[in-house]
């Protein structure tokens, strides 16, 4: 069934007026189900998980249609998951809706030293708070120039707090370029989030997913073929195992 992720792509598409080719990326049809060329398929792979937290992608405007999309490996797993196309001068009212949903506590998340003090929180209640609102973690989903201006231009979000992360690591995505190394691609913000909301179990499948996903879109980048046994798929097995 489609998640929110495809349905913006699908949506986005329809207001295109030439296809969309990815940069480096192939002309042959890819799966509908994980954007891989079918002969690298991972659809069959996709661990089922649970959460309590839930996810809001604000995307910037071809965003969804990348294959190298990270925010589609978050809805893969996450099953509440929003996604909705920002744009400076509008604004979805499906997202103003869930925004003022009791049910959530939004956390808008970007680096502390954009915003302002009052606003910046280290930490996440684990899911159930005591107020009975389960985290929603908003992710603004794009390039580095495109997220700041996210963050800066979308008033609906100025009085909701911000989750400052503090990683302990470099990112260790491969199939983007960043000029700095404590850039992190979507799916491991998303992963960081659900570890400090208390879902370690869930984090470490939405890592291991993403390893599995970038391997595969690596070997069919370089039209070479599947090592069934490789260590990203080692430790999806082992986490899946750990789980049964």
Partial sequence: MPHAVSLLRAARLTHSVKP???????????????????????CGLRPVVSTDAGMCLLMADIEPLKPSNTGWLIADLVADTFAFAWARTAVDPALLALLADPQWQPYVVFPGE??????????????????????????????????????GKSPYLAHLPVLSLQPDRASEYKLRRSRRNDHFCTSEVAAMCLALAGEEQAAQALDAWLDVFSYHYLQARNQQKIDWDSPA?????????STV
């Fill in 20 to 42: 969309f080719l990815a940069r480096r990326g192939s002309r042959s049809p890819r799966c509908a189900g994980c954007r891989l060329l079918p002969s690298h398929c991972i």
């Fill in 114 to 151: 954009y915003a302002a003090p009052e606003r910046v929180v280290h930490a996440v209640q684990p899911a159930p708070a005591a107020s009975g609102r389960r985290p929603l973690f908003i992710l603004l989903d794009g390039t580095w120039s495109e997220a700041r201006k996210m963050f």
């Fill in 233 to 241: 798929h080692q430790r999806l097995r082992a986490l899946e195992a």
